[in-house]
């Protein structure tokens, strides 16, 4: 099959539910492989969801790599059918992790792009979704990665004739002769291809060159898989408020992380919105500032279509604690000098509000003052460069237990996700975790390296508790909210030492930086949190940086020394210029050249490439060959 398009999305839910009830008995007949990311966590709810209400039985395995992929692929169980890949294996040819068969279909919904063209286009096994008709998208690259499969004993031969030179005066009874020794080739599809050997090998090697410049693009990101997932429920008209809320929470996942520009995510948020307002009770207020709780209890569950501050959880921070570890606001005023911390006390004084009030938790500020805030802030901050300091997203009410916003939720299950034993004891907090996953007050752990799969696992699922819409008020989504400002907390604390420090070096390609010493490297041991502070130094340098950026994208690798396996985790972002655009990464790709080229063994941290393990011995051989293979 190949791929299917959005519009045939529900057939493929009905093939695994055919493939399940045919199975064996009462056994799980489908498995799912869920990267650590929010979006694929939502679309993993969505879909389950979907499966309870068919009574479809499954086994899910969280992955945080390829490896993590193969290794449960030798232990699959004879029962199952369906093999489900969310947000991991799209940018993979999965050939080489999974022993795929006859009896098995692999389907991979992924947002990382380019997709992998065999997956794609030659391996029957596996399906694609893809938001578009991936044979009109990419007609000349399916022409090519079909051609180079079908011949794949050409590439044999063309470097020898790449080195010997391409004779374009060659007789062409050369090739008629040749003739003679050519058999049709024929795919598994019924393609024919009938070329003579010597045009044969040309046109393998333009086919290579078409793939080759493809897959070179750089990691970009397509549409949400909550929202894919979304639009197959809507198709099987079992839409809900709580699927709803997963696929606006996936997309703002998306959107913060700014793995989406402004325009994609406002097309989805209005598609969104229509939703939202189509499934509210009759009778529900449709504005209102959703910073000051208005809701009864009849209200509970309604999703509203608001403006957001681009404010760190500011609903359960302080309002100067919220700005001061907000991304957009610190960069822009510079607030790891102390003039940009007097910028961001005048900002507060113009807009009238005490720094008394100011240092108040949210929750417990004045009325009044909350009720005006919009209106204050909107008026001074262009004084300060503030102008995008709103954007459209959403909230969603739980009657008189609460309010979430959909960014909130996001900060708070990724804080979950990405908090090992020894990131907590680095950031002071008390929850650990026991030997067998679970977690627990009473143990010390320093160590992510002897129970690495048990904590994870244990995170993971607490963080698919967390999207429970049912309970927004749990243990689960509060010890998110609390481990989300801690760990703000440090990322801004790490970004000022390396800015003050001027740890960051200009190469003529990128910038790089490496961080080998202090008390809190355990914290950015994940990919995610790395990722994080990445991107907290990209919006830095994108304010502040020695010489000006202008519109070209801000490249930055940072490498942290990871103590207990002498290793160095490194992740390269591919900053845009401007906020609401994006910008390929190519990294994936740069640290893949380097890898092979150098002989440098390197393991993928996640499944975008951009971030992977070396051995601290590689490290300046590593960092030194990036501006080289940077183009």
Known sequence: ??????????????????????????????????????????????????????????????????????????????????VIMLNCGGLFNLEDYIELSEDVTVYVLDNHRPVDLKNAFWNNEVIVFHESDLDKELHQQKEAIIFTEENPDVSDDSDASDSEGN?????????????????????????????????????????????????????????????????????????????????????????????????????????????????APKGTAETGDDLVPQTTATEDGVIRCTDEYRFMMVRHWSLYESMYHSNYVASRLGIWREPGRKRLLALLAKMGFSLEECNQVFAHMSIDLKKILRDRIETVS??????????????????????????????????????????????GYSVEWTSNGERDDTLNATSDTETPQSWWHSSFFKACDALDGSNPEGDQLRQGVTLCMKIQKAIVRQAVAIIEKQVIITLSTCRVATLKDGPHLPI??????????????????????????????????????????????????????????????????????????????VKHMGFDKATVEIDRDDLETFMKSIGRYMR
Not at 399 to 414: F, I, K, N, P
Not at 541 to 562: F, M
Not at 563 to 582: A, K, L, R
Request: net charge negative; glycine share 6%.
């Open 382 to 427: 262009p004084e300060y460069g503030l102008n995008e300091i709103l954007y459209t997203s959403f909230t969603r009410s739980y009657g008189y237990r609460g309010l979430m916003s959909a960014s909130d939720a996001v900060y708070a299950v990724t804080s979950l996700i990405e908090t090992s034993p020894a990131a907590s004891v680095a950031l």
């Open 524 to 601: 950015f041991w994940n990919p995610l949190t790395l990722n994080r502070l990445a991107q907290f130094l990209v919006y830095a340098i994108r304010e502040y940086g020695s010489t000006k950026t202008g519109n070209r994208p801000i490249p930055l690798v940072l490498a942290v020394l990871k103590e207990d396996t002498q290793t160095f985790i490194v992740t390269g972002v591919h900053g845009s210029p401007t906020i609401g655009n994006v910008s390929p990464n190519k990294f994936g790709i740069v640290f893949e050249k380097i890898a092979y080229n150098e002989k440098i063994p």
């Open 167 to 279: 004779d374009e005066g060659e007789d062409d009874d050369e090739d008629e002769d040749d003739e003679d020794n050519y058999r049709r080739r024929r795919r598994k599809t019924g393609v024919d291809t009938e070329v003579v050997p010597g045009a044969l090998k040309r046109k393998w090697r333009d086919a290579r060159d078409v793939v080759i410049e493809y897959m070179s693009r750089g990691i970009m990101f397509g549409t949400s898989i909550s929202n894919q997932c979304y639009l197959m429920a809507s198709q099987l008209d079992r839409t809900s408020l709580n699927i709803l809320w997963l696929a606006i929470v996936g997309l703002t996942a998306q959107y913060v992380n700014e793995q989406i520009g402004h325009k994609d995510y406002l097309d989805i948020v209005q598609a969104y919105k229509n939703e939202s307002e189509r499934m």
């Open 1 to 82: 099959m190949g791929h299917v398009k959005l519009a045939n999305y529900a057939l493929a839910y009905k093939k695994i539910k055919n493939a399940a009830f045919d199975g064996p008995g009462s056994q799980s007949t489908v498995l799912f492989f869920v990267a650590a990311d929010v979006d694929a966590i939502c679309a993993f709810r969505i879909l389950t969801t979907l499966f309870k209400s068919d009574c479809i039985s499954y086994v899910v395995v969280p992955v945080a790599g390829m490896d993590d992929i193969q290794k449960e692929a030798k232990q699959l169980s004879p029962a199952i059918r369906s």
